[in-house]
């Protein structure tokens, strides 16, 4: 069975940084795509970054892009969200996502996500 | 970036009604659309991938057709359990995007 289980989320001022983890098991890591996806409590779904299984291929949403950095790490089963220069817009729930395959970008496991709460 | 706008935004119904959920996109993505179901407290839940192809262990009562610009999620009948958001998404062009999602409540 899949498991995803993020951490290090947190409440962080405007301007700081944070680093999310998310540790997969249950599948092989390596031949699957991942993403982060966020979600304001309330609110509807917003896709943030993606990479593939190799992690040579990499996208972000514009909100995000020149402030977060996706990673990962195949041989420690574990996708990474380095975020930075972090503003309240970014306070969410934020979601470890595998996906189908190693690049249909669609989602077919989530984890039950990690909160950020960006405010002074 | 495409938009993808779901209606209605909420669809009040009883068990065993018909649901009809529509999202159609700013502009064709082929048949690269999905469609998520979120319940209260819960993560996603992948239904349908490529329009129209249902998840292993979706019910029958669920199912995707469209393609281009227009999409349509039925369930014949809906049960307890199905009173849920629901998200459209597609991958046809990067970002990645979603709808805003249709909540099917109970009426």
């Known amino acids: 069975e899949v498991h995803l289980v993020e951490s290090g989320g947190g409440l962080v001022q405007p301007g700081r940084s944070l680093r999310l983890s998310c540790a997969a098991s249950?599948?092989?890591?390596?031949?699957?795509?991942m993403h982060w996806v966020r979600q304001v409590p309330g609110k509807g779904l917003e896709w943030v970054s993606g990479i593939s299984w190799k992690g040579n291929d990499i996208d972000y949403a514009d909100s995000v892009k020149d402030r977060f950095t996706i990673s990962r790490d195949n041989a420690k089963n574990s996708l990474y969200l380095q975020m930075d220069s972090l503003r309240p817009e970014d306070t969410a729930l934020y979601y470890c996502?595998?996906?189908?395959?190693?690049?249909?970008?669609?989602?077919?496991?989530w984890g039950q996500g990690t909160q950020v709460t960006v405010s002074s | 970036e495409i938009v993808l706008t779901q209606s209605p935004a909420t669809l009040s119904l009883s068990p065993g009604d018909r649901a009809t959920l529509s999202c159609r996109a700013s502009?064709?993505?082929?048949?690269?659309l999905a469609w998520y179901q979120q319940r209260p407290g819960r993560a996603p839940r992948l239904l349908f991938f490529?329009?129209?192809i249902r998840v292993t262990g979706i019910p029958a009562r669920f199912s995707g057709s469209g393609t281009g610009t227009d999409f349509t999620l039925t369930i014949s009948s809906l049960e307890p359990e199905d009173f849920a958001v629901y998200y459209c998404q597609q991958r046809s062009k990067w970002p990645l995007t979603f709808g805003g999602g249709t909540k099917v409540e109970i009426k």
């Open positions: 249950g599948f092989i890591f390596d031949e699957y795509a």
């Open positions: 996502v595998k996906d189908r395959g190693a690049g249909y970008a669609y989602g077919d496991s």
């Open positions: 502009q064709s993505v082929g048949g690269f």
């Open positions: 490529d329009s129209s």
